[in-house]
T-cell receptor, first 114, second 109 residues
Framework: EAGVAQSPRYKIIEKRQSVAFWCNPISGHATLYWYQQILGQGPKLLIQFQNNGVVDDSQLPKDRFSAERLKGVDSTLKIQPAKLEDSAVYLC????????????FGPGTRLTVL | KNEVEQSPQNLTAQEGEFITINCSYSVGISALHWLQQHPGGGIVSLFMLSSGKKKHGRLIATINIQEKHSSLHITASHPRDSAVYICAVARDSNYQLIWGAGTKLIIKP
């Protein structure tokens, strides 16, 4: 079974530039999560999708971050414009359904904002 | 006080030693997860527990719901076990994961 795919693996941009990350979940997984993990901290949930609908985006900085999952499969997370404090690893995870189901994580995208 | 506390924060041991990492939590949970994170960021789910004990290879995870405590044990540790081990609990009200700060484990040959 193929795992969660993410790209790119690494990205370096200057502040005020835009960046987009892509995630393809495990086939058949209805729930998709985007997390932000700042160095030395645990992951913070940014947004949770159930199919193509948003379940929770309470911690998404909506003035600069946006995410979509148009066909209920793969998803894109965008930052526009980026700030220095956005430097982090962005993790995508998926699960069969929401709730207590086990989440499977992708390799992450390491973003450095200069 | 954090809702999920892990100890120790850092652990260095010699190859072959028995390793224990502890996790305590203060909220009602539906499940507890142990995850492994290697340098570079990717996270691997090791266990999901709601009661009792689970074993996979050299890894054992236990949970005591009454005491709100879980432990992750590694038997016959190996340098390839070096990683950050994270405890995360699924809150029973909304299933959202609350993450511990992680335990950085280094196993020396």
């Amino acid at each position: 079974e193929a795992g969660v795919a993410q790209s790119p693996r690494y990205k370096i941009i200057e502040k005020r530039q835009s960046v987009a990350f892509w995630c393809n979940p495990i086939s058949g997984h209805a729930t998709l999560y985007w997390y932000q993990q700042i160095l030395g901290q645990g992951p913070k949930l940014l947004i949770q999708f159930q199919n193509n609908g948003v379940v929770d985006d309470s911690q998404l900085p909506k003035d600069r971050f946006s995410a979509e999952r148009l066909k209920g499969v793969d998803s894109t997370l965008k930052i526009q414009p980026a700030k220095l404090e956005d430097s982090a690893v962005y993790l995508c995870a998926s699960s069969w359904a929401g709730g207590v189901n086990e989440q499977f994580f992708g390799p992450g995208t390491r973003l450095t904002v200069l | 006080k954090n809702e999920v506390e892990q100890s120790p924060q850092n652990l260095t041991a010699q190859e072959g030693e028995f390793i224990t990492i502890n996790c305590s939590y203060s909220v009602g949970i539906s499940a507890l997860h142990w995850l492994q994170q290697h340098p570079g960021g990717g996270i691997v789910s090791l266990f999901m527990l709601s009661s009792g004990k689970k074993k996979h290879g050299r890894l054992i995870a236990t949970i005591n719901i009454q005491e709100k405590h879980s432990s992750l044990h590694i038997t016959a540790s190996h340098p390839r076990d070096s990683a950050v081990y994270i405890c995360a609990v699924a809150r029973d009200s909304n299933y959202q994961l609350i993450w511990g700060a992680g335990t950085k484990l280094i196993i020396k040959p």
